[in-house]
């Protein structure tokens, strides 16, 4: 990723808004850059740095601690999330936090605790509960609202904390656990990674809106507390409990009971996805049938133990096209994962095969204009051409699935696309789309590299392009899970699915067609009853051996009331075919007021349904507050490039904006975005430096003390300031400095271009003299002078 964006948390009066645009280098296509307009500074939506104020009557940190509480009864996870709020400041505030959870999470209450009263939320229509949030909040009574920004993010308001106040908000969803080759999974996300956007503020939905929130800088440790604690209860004998993303005291309580608690001295460790494991002994797996008798409704659901993976003596030829996410927010730890990943992709390739590899960030890059066979040349050159990534720009993958999509395919070879990624984009349902609409041409293969992913998309890809995801958050796993996708793409379980409910009053069944299973975990048939349940289910379908039957017979299994989960389970698996990841044919108003309808009936949030809690107490007289985006840290191995950018070795042409917290009483915005064009597209005359402003053409442009961009964009926020002389002139306008790093990489040549006032000239040149040393520019392999200019804009903005 690469642009950044802030806004301030605290109340000042007068205020400044301070802002720095770093226009750099321009692609071979461009002809002259011209300064950003006013206009262009609310342009765009994207995340940005935190640095911490010195104003103390505001908390800019109001949320405390989180925590999960999770009960695992068989093979459905209940968990209550619990968010502690606390004003230690002067002002009454406003806290907005966006954080995620499962993909399968069926959010099914909420309630807000403030001293001794406690408010149940209630479920509203989206727009409704909003209405009735901002009522509140400007009648004085403390509120909270619950909002769904995405099937895995969330969005957190609550409203009117006053000086002193701790306020508790309780969170309460279910999921099902499926296992695969016997091995049973609990996640639990703890930070929403930073997204890429390529959309202005203006076109931006409500649902796109918390993209732009406040992010700390790289291995800098989260600013709340997080805990966690499972109780597992199996059903049947558990052994092999392992927890490998944090550090945890296991206890076994009995032959099918375990507890789960983080070690003592881990309470900031919510930079990275928990990931529970364990197995059953003998490897079993739970499976056959679970009902459910309501008083108006009766569910059920099916969980059907796959077949044994065979074999086939002959497996067709294929071809491969690797998509390889190679932006800003991969540099460092994921891309080394993803390179490792690839390298056992391309290995495991069969000679009969072929293969293409696409790179894209800010544009996209083709190994081969047609697929290459598979031979040890080709392998070394593919490999050669991704060695050389260090990931740096935007991630427009829409355009990069585009590109593989329009590959001519090879006649006679079935067709794989295998995308790896760590999701941090905002078109998830464009992507879907996209793939939606050309199943003919390709499955797709998923992989999520990193710490905390957007299992979304990652999901979400696979799911439409019927293949599978795979999340590698450590490099041992990249050769594991290079084999089994490659397992699961020769030799699938179990083909033509057919499901059948004989004597069974079935409806509402959950999928309508049932896909080829391809991993090794069980089939899901979730569905409702009428009356009492009798019949059988009934499963058919094709092994590598041949025919494949088995059914249930429901006249042996009882409704337990124990399973009351499965209705949520069943709605959200519904919802989730409608709306996350569907296109029903038809009027999206119809998809929308079903899902809106169901979220109602159930108590369910959903895009279209919130949950909101207020108090009646009247506790804010004055009516004033101060709203505050609690900061997010940098999700584990992710640097700052995901934010600031990094201008790796393309020529980029620098245009939008990035608004960042300073520590001064003044708001500043620092403004870097890229669009990379490959060297290989440039002509040779166009490499040359030129001395005007705007067009600086290198072969590797110079960076900020052999750091990336985004370190000089960081050192700039922390020390430019306002002068204080100035506040009460209310002085505004834009001064344009030119400088050059020279091939020592020393700031050099400072020179302002346009001038507002001699102070804030000279408090400009005051913090661009004492920057350190970049890492020079390379142009013929020698070090040469690079030449930038840099607007910066002070607007007055008097405080409403």
């Known amino acids: 990723m690469k642009t950044t964006r802030s806004i301030i948390s605290e109340k000042i009066k007068p205020t400044m808004l301070l802002i720095l645009v770093v226009a750099g280098l321009f692609s071979c ?88 009263r406690v408010i149940e939320a209630v479920i509203q229509e989206r727009e409704q509960a909003r209405r009735d949030y901002e009522k509140a909040k400007q009648e004085g009574k403390s509120a909270s609202l619950l909002e769904q920004m995405r099937p895995n993010v969330f969005q957190m308001n609550v409203a009117n904390i006053l000086p002193g106040d701790v306020i508790k908000v309780e969170m309460s969803y279910t999921e099902l656990l ?7 999974e609990f996640v639990y996300p703890t930070v929403v990674g930073p997204r890429y956007s390529n959309k202005s503020e203006s076109e931006a939905t409500p649902s796109d809106q918390w993209v732009a929130n406040p992010y700390t800088t790289e291995g800098k440790k989260p600013l709340n507390t997080f805990g966690i604690h499972v109780n597992l209860n199996t059903g049947m004998p558990v052994k092999d409990v392992t927890c490998s993303t944090h550090e ?66 002959q497996i067709p030829p294929r071809e491969y096209v690797f998509i390889m996410d190679v932006s800003g927010s991969m540099n460092g730890f994921p891309i080394d994962i993803s390179k490792k990943l690839m390298r056992n992709l391309l290995k495991n390739l069969r000679p009969i095969d072929r293969f293409n590899v696409v790179l894209f960030a800010g544009c996209s890059n083709l190994l081969s204009e047609t697929s290459l066979p598979v031979n040890e040349t080709n392998i070394q050159k593919a490999m050669q051409l991704i060695d050389k990534q260090e990931g740096g720009g935007g991630t427009e993958i829409l355009s990069a ?41 390709a499955n797709f293969f998923a992989f999520g590299i990193g710490s905390s992913v957007n299992r ?44 059948t409910f004989p004597g069974f009053n079935a409806y509402d069944v959950e999928p309508l067609t049932v896909p080829d299973l391809l991993a090794d975990r069980p089939l899901l048939i979730y569905g409702k009853y009428k009356g009492t349940a009798a019949g059988k289910l009934v499963i058919n379908g094709k092994t590598g051996e041949g025919s494949y039957n088995q059914s249930f017979d429901l006249t042996t299994i009882k409704a337990l009331p124990e399973n009351s989960a499965l209705k949520y389970l069943w709605v959200r698996n519904r ?58 840290p940098l999700p584990q191995g992710v640097n700052n490039n995901a934010i600031g950018g990094n201008t790796g070795g393309s020529i980029r042409k620098s245009m939008s904006y990035a608004p960042v917290q300073t520590r001064s009483s003044f708001k500043a915005m620092i403004v870097e975005e890229a669009v990379e064009v490959p060297m290989a597209e440039l002509k040779e005359e166009e490499l040359v430096e030129k001395e005007e402003p705007y067009i600086v053409m290198v072969e590797v442009p110079a960076t900020f003390n052999g750091g990336d961009l985004s370190k000089f964009l960081v050192y700039v926020m922390e020390h430019i300031q306002y002068p204080k002389e100035l506040a009460e002139s209310g002085i505004s306008g834009k001064v344009y400095v030119q400088f050059a790093v020279n091939e020592k990489g020393k700031v ?32 013929n392999g020698k070090p040469v002078k690079q030449l930038f200019t840099l607007p910066v804009n002070f607007a007055f903005r008097p405080e409403k």
């Open 248 to 313: 945890t005291d296991i206890a076994y309580t009995g032959a099918n009971n375990a507890t789960i608690y983080l070690k003592k001295g881990n309470d900031y460790e919510g930079n990275r996805d928990f990931i529970l494991k364990y197995r059953l002994k003998g490897n079993q797996i739970q499976s056959g049938m679970i009902l459910y008798e309501g008083k108006d409704e009766n569910f059920f659901l099916a969980m059907v133990q796959p077949p044994q993976r065979i074999t086939p003596n």
């Open 178 to 184: 499926v296992p695969e080759k016997g091995v049973y």
């Open 456 to 499: 979304y998309i990652i999901e979400g890809m696979a799911r439409v392009g019927n293949g599978e995801p795979f999340i590698v958050e450590q490099p041992e796993k990249a050769e594991v899970m290079a084999e089994r996708m490659r397992e699961y793409i020769q030799t699938p379980l179990l083909t033509d699915i057919k499901v």
């Open 401 to 441: 699935l585009q590109k593989a999509l329009d590959l001519k395919g090879v006649e006679g070879y079935s067709r794989s696309f295998v995308i790896a990624t760590d999701g941090y984009v905002d078109v998830e349902k464009s992507a879907f789309d996209l793939i939606r609409n050309n199943l003919g041409k």
């Open 29 to 116: 296509n461009s002809a002259k850059s011209q300064p950003p307009t006013d206009k262009d500074v609310e342009k765009c939506l994207s995340p940005y740095f935190l640095v911490m104020s010195d104003n103390s009557d505001t908390d800019t940190l109001p949320l405390k601690s989180t925590s999960a509480d999770v009960t695992i009864a068989g093979v459905i996870a209940n968990v209550k999330v619990t968010q502690v709020y606390k004003n230690e400041g002067k002002n009454t505030l406003e806290a907005i936090y966006v954080f995620p959870a499962s993909t399968r999470a069926a959010v099914h209450a909420m309630k807000m605790t403030i001293g001794e």
């Open 748 to 779: 050099v040549d400072i020179k302002i271009l346009r001038s507002v006032d001699p102070l804030i000239d000279n408090e400009v040149i005051r913090v661009l003299k004492n920057a350190p040393l970049w890492v020079p520019a390379m142009q």
């Open 575 to 632: 919802i989730m075919i409608l709306d996350d990841y569907g296109r029903v044919p038809g009027d999206f108003e119809v998809t929308k007021k079903e899902v809106l309808n169901l979220g109602l009936k159930y108590n369910l949030l959903t895009a279209y349904t919130s949950f909101i809690a207020i108090d009646s107490d009247v506790r804010n007289t004055t009516g004033n507050s101060v709203t505050v985006k609690q900061p997010l």
